[in-house]
């Protein structure tokens, strides 16, 4: 089955007015209309970098308590956020794998490693 709501953790965060806190979201698959709407919007026509920042606000379902996830609220993330955000959406939309090939150092055995598991420990071969 495909899963199209992806879960996350920002780095450092998003602040609201109110001073709280809100790091923990939800993501989901972007569709090609996604990608392909905000290009006729007259801001992206004036700043092309704006585009992320329209992109990242349709496919954010949750930010905290936040949802949906405005511009607004977009444009306000601490830049490691966004640039989390941005990789995230690349990775769970396969416009990056997080696969590679690597090679035992003790061994020499080749395996496939998964970089997204990295923060669930090492992984081991075998």
Excluded: K, W
């Excluded at 709280?20 to 919007?41: F, K, S, W, Y």
């Amino acid at each position: 089955m495909l899963r199209t709501e992806h879960a996350f953790t920002l780095p450092c965060g998003y602040i609201d007015p109110e001073g709280n806190l809100h790091r923990q979201g939800v993501m989901r698959l972007a569709t090609a209309l996604d990608e392909v709407e905000p290009l006729q919007d007259a801001r992206v026509r004036a700043n092309p970098a704006y585009l992320s920042i329209l992109l990242l606000s349709r496919v954010l379902l949750r930010l905290g308590s936040i949802g949906p996830v405005s511009t607004e609220v977009v444009s306000r993330l601490f830049s490691a956020d966004f640039v989390y955000l941005q990789e995230f959406y690349l990775q769970i939309n396969g416009g990056q794998s997080s696969i590679v090939e690597t090679r035992c150092p003790d061994c020499g055995a080749r395996f496939a490693l998964d970089l997204a598991q990295r923060e669930e420990g090492a992984a081991s071969h075998g």
